[in-house]
């Protein structure tokens, strides 16, 4: 079927829109009307080819929420007006031994990415949530129980609440342990949110003094400013946890001095140019980790959203219409959001494609 979407269709032009075709609903798909979809750093890197060759035409968005339009006869956890949600993931191995325990983002043998992702659909490659409507493998369809008014701030939950909450569940944050977030951002006010609800003691980290409030308004118990060495020198040894969420090059020893004995730094940002390398003696001297986490499994990821429903927690977004999205990059590229933008695809019928 035709679809309208938005995206790039080739190499160096802007965003604009576009017709796309979807596969028809097999026995195992969903087929979702969207609502709503986030708007992620990763949409920009990959819409302007910023992060190698970018498959076209390109379509990005994967952080999409919906209502179910069709299902396959084989589909049995999903019906037709039932609210539903796609993140970053839409297919993967389903037999490798990270699939069998239900880490399908780490499959030994690739997953499929929601855009940019080979597959055997048309035009050969996924196309993203900028669009009208999606087709998805039952497995990797989410549910979503929030109520209909937080809809669209459900939608970044998808990616930065995924990401943020998979470290924190990993590691254990709740009650009785210190946890630092690093950056105040689409992820970390995230992070924030979420290792507040699960009991931690939260101090959040920022290069800029008048966020000290934003991150008190989000759950932190304490506030941070990360150039002062006086406020920093305060919390050395402290942390059993640090969650960094900044994606530029900076020092990790900062964050390492301020982890007590078996104490981790989980590294979510991807920067461009590679961090300086850690001093080896922070480590070994307090047998610290600086480790990795990316996005989650789709079982973890159902277990993020329904905490989040229970907990009242959504991301802090700013709504927008589908003919501003590369304004919205260039604003992105500024930090001048707060804290996420996500796109109304209602929009999408403001435009006909040529």
């Known amino acids: ?57 390109c379509v990005p968005g994967h952080e999409i929420v919906g209502t179910v339009s069709a299902v396959g006869d084989e589909v049995t956890r999903f019906k037709v007006g039932d609210t ?26 690739g997953w499929t990415g929601t855009y940019g992702a080979p597959t055997p659909d048309a035009p050969g490659h996924t196309l993203g949530g900028y669009s009208h409507a999606i087709v998805v493998d039952e497995h990797f369809v989410l549910t979503i129980s929030h109520p209909k008014e937080q809809l669209a701030a459900v939608a970044p939950l998808l990616c930065a609440g995924i990401t943020t909450y998979s470290p924190l569940r990993h ?43 934003d991150a008190r308004d989000l759950g932190a118990d304490e506030a941070v400013v990360s150039r002062d060495e006086a406020e920093m020198a305060a919390h050395t040894g402290s942390f059993d946890l640090i969650i960094d969420t900044v994606a530029a090059s900076h020092s990790l020893d900062t964050y390492v001095d ?28 307090g047998r610290k980790t600086i480790a990795g986490s990316l996005i989650g499994g ?28 590369d304004e919205a990059y260039d604003r992105m590229l500024r930090s001048d959001v707060r ?5 109304d695809s209602a929009s999408l019928a403001k435009d006909v494609a040529a």
């Not at 979510?268 to 300086?276: A, E, S, T």
């Open 1 to 57: 079927m035709q679809v309208k979407a938005y995206g790039v269709a080739a190499n160096a032009r802007p965003l604009e829109p576009l017709l796309i075709e979807r596969r028809e609903t097999g026995a195992r798909d969903v087929a979702i009307d969207i609502s709503y979809c986030g708007v992620c750093h990763s949409d920009l890197h990959t819409a302007r080819g910023e992060w190698g060759e970018t498959p076209y035409p």
């Open 84 to 109: 539903v949600g796609v993140g970053c993931l839409v297919d993967s191995c389903g037999h490798c031994g990270s699939c069998k325990e239900d880490l399908e983002n780490y499959c030994t043998n």
């Open 171 to 213: 590691w254990n944050a709740g009650p009785g342990k210190k946890v630092g977030v690093v950056g105040i951002g689409g992820l970390g006010h995230m992070a924030i949110k979420i290792a507040h609800a699960m009991g931690a003691h939260v101090v959040a980290f920022t290069s800029t003094p008048g966020k000290r409030q």
């Open 258 to 285: 301020l982890l007590q004995r078996d104490g981790t730094l989980v590294l979510l940002g991807v920067p461009d140019q590679p961090h300086p390398t850690p001093n080896v003696g922070g480590l070994i001297f």
């Open 298 to 325: 789709i079982a973890e990821t159902q277990e993020m959203l329904d905490f989040c429903a229970e907990h009242g927690i959504v991301s802090d977004v700013e709504m927008i219409e589908m003919q501003q999205i």
């Open 339 to 343: 804290y996420r933008f996500v796109i």
